[in-house]
């Protein structure tokens, strides 16, 4: 028996960070939305207790390090499953780059379990325990869509789609922690903060423009110290015509939200030329 479930990149429209919690965890508010960059992931059932995963690209870990592997131990240990599963990862979002690959992954391990495993959970169950996994994995448990994240990103607030938009991701040729990036964020270095209400007002009238002018993202002035050819990179896609450009997550990915087709064409291939990862896609 075999299932198939899309992982689906995600995106931060805002994301803000209100304090330091007890836990040591940061308290955030976000607003996150799915992109159609995805990773295809099959579960194959298998005879024995043995979770083994398969991924094409090398640089991917498939021991108990990748959190598909920690959502699928998970399952097993929690309703005493005793069967297997082989997962085969095709892998398509770029890994450490602020667009919750690894936890969309992890997500859709639930999503495919809960159907090959028989364990009849419901959307609400998954949420629960993905946010045992990670912060980002309960938010990529419902596939697709928009949301408010808050808590440590686990409570999430399901809000109406953003409208259809085109947007630019290109990921810079490093990789970035969001742990460490975390660690040194200073609240007082931070000069504008997100506007959630009006980031939710223009989702609600589907306005693309006020969607774009609401673009805020507070770990940008950590990322851009530590790495400042992310800050370039966001400059030069504003000067190439994107209507509102922001880096996703703890980055380094930079997204540009292009208005017009055409342009985002041109604006793709100009990008092309001097970065590798560079993905046309659309909200979904």
């Not at 602020?98 to 159907?115: C, D, F, I, V």
Request: with cysteine; net charge neutral; hydrophobic share 40%.
């Amino acid at each position: 028996m075999k299932i198939t479930e899309l992982a689906k990149a995600k995106i931060n429209l805002t994301l803000d960070i209100l304090g330091k919690r007890s836990d040591g965890y940061h308290e955030v508010e976000m607003m996150m939305q799915t992109v159609d960059l995805t990773d295809q992931m099959i579960f194959t059932l298998r005879q024995g207790t043995d979770i083994t995963i398969e991924c094409d690209v090398s640089y991917v870990p498939t021991d108990e390090r990748n959190l598909a592997y920690k959502a699928a131990k998970l399952l097993q240990d929690r309703f005493s499953v005793n069967k297997g599963v082989h997962i085969m990862l095709h892998k398509k979002i770029p890994v450490s780059a602020g667009l919750a690959g690894g936890s969309s992954n992890a997500a859709a391990t639930l999503r495919g379990l809960n159907q090959l495993w028989e364990l009849n959970l419901t959307t609400e169950e998954m949420v629960e325990i993905a946010a045992e996994i990670g912060s980002d994995v309960a938010f990529c448990v419902y596939g697709s869509g928009t949301a408010i994240a808050r808590g440590r990103g686990e409570i999430i607030e399901r809000i109406p789609k953003a409208p259809p938009m085109t947007i630019l991701l290109v990921k810079p040729q490093i990789s970035v922690s969001t742990a460490v990036v975390y660690q040194n964020y200073r609240s007082e270095l931070v000069k504008a903060r997100p506007n959630t209400k009006a980031m939710l007002e223009a989702i609600n009238e589907q306005d693309q423009k006020a969607i774009c002018d609401n673009l805020s993202n507070v770990l940008e002035t950590v990322t851009f110290s530590m790495h400042p050819e992310v800050q370039r990179l966001k400059q030069q896609m504003l000067s190439f015509g994107a209507d509102g450009v922001l880096m996703s997550g703890s980055g380094p990915t930079v997204y540009g939200i292009v208005l017009k087709e055409k342009r985002a064409t041109k604006i793709f291939n100009a990008l092309r030329g001097f970065c590798n990862e560079v993905f046309l896609v659309r909200t979904c």
